[in-house]
Each structure stands twice: as C-alpha cells, then as structure tokens.
C-alpha cells in the first residue's frame, strides 16, 4: 500500500473518503461499517442514479430521451434523511429506499447513468454533500471525477463469481431471479458501467486497490482503517 500522500485541507481532521467499484464488490457493506467506525456520513451515491431512473419509469421518460432527463432532473428532489429505520431516499418527500432495489430499476440506472444530462445534475448534487467533509462517498466515479482531490481513495473489487454470489444472496428472498440470471445482469451493468464514454468505471491512480473475493467485511474494514491511519501518521 502506498502511504505517502499528501494532504493538504483536511477541515476539522475529517476526510472525503472515496469508495469505487463494481457492483456486489462489497463497496455498501464496508462503506457503511467505515462510516460507523469514523463517525462520518455516508453517501450511496448509486441510490440517487437509482432514484432518477425511478422518477424516469414513472413519469415515462426512456433512458435515451436527454430534454427529458434534463427536465425530470430539475423538476424533483432526492434527499437521504437519516430515520430510526436508517439511512432513507426520499423522491420528493416520499420514501423510495426500497423501491429502488429491483432488477428493473438496477438495469435502468446504468442506463440514465451513461446520459451527460444526469451526471452533470448528480455532480452538483454530490459535490455540495462533500462540502463538510467527514463522509464516506461511495460509487463508481467517487475518486476520478466527483473528488479527484479527496485525502483517501479505495477501489474495492472481487471476481465476478464472488459478485454474483453475493448479489444473490443480497435479494433472492425478494426476487425470482435465479443465479444465473443475476450474474448475467452483473456482466451487462459491468460493461455499460466500465464501457461508457462519461466517467466509466475505473480506479484512480491514487487509490488504494483492494480485493476482497477472499476476504470477510471485518478484514476490508480493518486494511481501511488501518491505512487511513498510516497516512494520519505520515501527515502529522
Ligand atoms: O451502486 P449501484 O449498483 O446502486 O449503482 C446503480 C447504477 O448507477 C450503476 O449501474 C452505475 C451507476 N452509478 C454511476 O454511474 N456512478 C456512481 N457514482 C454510482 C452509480
């Protein structure tokens, strides 16, 4: 791991910390457990792409049609609102946590993902959440695009088996998808998602790559913590 970087405006001592990576990589599970571990927010900024593709299946809007992307964007508000019941989505005052996890919408958001329309709405959106920093943002392009000068990034991956699996075992109480099904879902998100033009899915030179196929969430979390406090070190 490389513990020499820099940084330079840490407010109050907290971080952005970026999390990148493909789907079922883990990226949800670690980055809610960092956040605890740091006392810091966390953002699932795939729930929002997720929250748009939502708004476009219920007013129509197709994935491709960019004027009316443009206006569904302006026209509603997505805000996370933290609840007894956890971290929440609201899509104009209403709760859509859970309606945004289902194969339709998945393969919808990468869809609206790719448009130009929706990404430059979302980062405006992002970049003012990271604005107090002390967060765990995590994404596809959290440390290539939005924070290219965030002070820790990681790119969490896993092999596609492993991914499949995991999904899997995630929503088969709450769907009829079947492995293989899910694992083919996987391959085409992962080529919309690494393929597109805007902000594909990459690792930024600067992150910290993690594997986790073999590794249990406690042990990610612990190489997290354990290089975020290397580089506090370095840094004092
Ligand atoms: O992380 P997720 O599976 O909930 O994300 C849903 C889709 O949103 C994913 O297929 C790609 C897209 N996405 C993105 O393009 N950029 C992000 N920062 C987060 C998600």
Redesign the pocket.
């Known amino acids: 791991m490389e513990y020499s970087r820099k940084i330079t405006d840490p407010v109050c001592g907290k971080f952005v910390i970026t999390i990148d990576g493909p789907?079922g990589a883990g990226?949800t599970t670690v980055s809610k457990e960092l956040s605890k571990r740091l006392d810091y927010k966390y953002v699932?900024?795939?729930?929002l792409?997720?929250g748009i593709a939502l708004a476009a299946d219920l007013q129509n809007v197709a994935p491709e049609d960019d004027a009316g992307l443009e206006r569904l964007c302006n026209s509603i508000e997505l805000k996370f609102v933290s609840t007894d019941n956890g971290q929440r989505l609201l899509l104009n005052h209403s709760d859509i946590t859970d309606k945004i996890r289902t194969p339709k919408i998945?393969m919808l958001?990468?869809a609206v993902?790719a448009r130009a329309v929706v990404r430059t709405h979302l980062l405006d959106l992002q970049r003012k959440m990271g604005r107090e920093k002390g967060a765990v943002f995590?994404?596809?392009?959290?440390g290539t695009v939005?924070f290219p000068d965030a002070e820790i990034k990681f790119f969490l991956d896993a092999s596609q088996d492993k991914r499949a699996l995991r999904r899997y075992e995630e929503i088969k109480t709450k769907t009829s998808q079947s492995y293989k099904d899910v694992k083919q879902d996987m391959q085409k998100?992962d080529k919309?998602?690494s393929t597109r033009e805007l902000?594909p899915?990459k690792s930024a030179e600067d992150a910290v790559v993690i594997d986790s196929t073999d590794f249990t969430v406690d042990k990610v979390v612990e190489l997290m913590l354990s290089h975020i406090e290397n580089i506090k070190k370095t840094n004092k």
């Open positions: 789907a990226k699932d900024t795939g729930a792409y997720r998945s958001a990468s993902s995590e994404g596809r392009d959290m939005v998100r919309n998602d902000a899915l």
